[in-house]
């Protein structure tokens, strides 16, 4: 069984930056990806950034240039530092790992930018 947990959510104002970090447990193996999908209120669930097994990175439109996803494969840990924060960036981010056919998610974070 695997379990990711996310923190760093929290409110922060316009302009302001937020750092989420994701750590995984249990047996982890044969990882195709690892990611953060957000979902606003009343919307569905939607990408915002992914890194692949290889290193290779994929982001939402919204998101390029202010977030960048890293990966820290020791502390089996993901991070999210987003930057430039807009209100439209408000939603619950959720930690995704990508593994042996099946999407493992965390319990989802809270991100409101609000002034």
């Known amino acids: 069984q695997v379990q990711l947990v996310e923190s760093g959510g929290g409110l922060v104002q316009p302009g302001g930056s937020l750092r989420l970090s994701c750590v995984a447990s249990?047996?982890?193996?044969?990882?195709?990806?690892m990611g953060w999908y957000r979902q606003a209120p009343g919307k569905q669930r939607e990408l915002a950034a992914r890194?692949?097994?290889?290193?290779?990175?994929n982001y939402a439109d919204s998101v390029k240039g202010r977030f960048t996803i890293s990966r820290d494969n020791a502390k089996n840990t993901i991070y999210l530092q987003m930057n430039t924060l807009k209100p439209e960036d408000t939603a619950v981010y959720y930690c995704?790992?990508?593994?042996?056919?099946?999407?493992?998610w965390g319990q989802g974070t809270q991100v409101t930018v609000s002034s």
């Open positions: 995704c790992f990508a593994m042996g056919g099946r999407t493992y």
């Open positions: 249990g047996n982890i193996f044969n990882l195709n990806y």
């Open positions: 890194i692949f097994r290889g290193g290779g990175l």
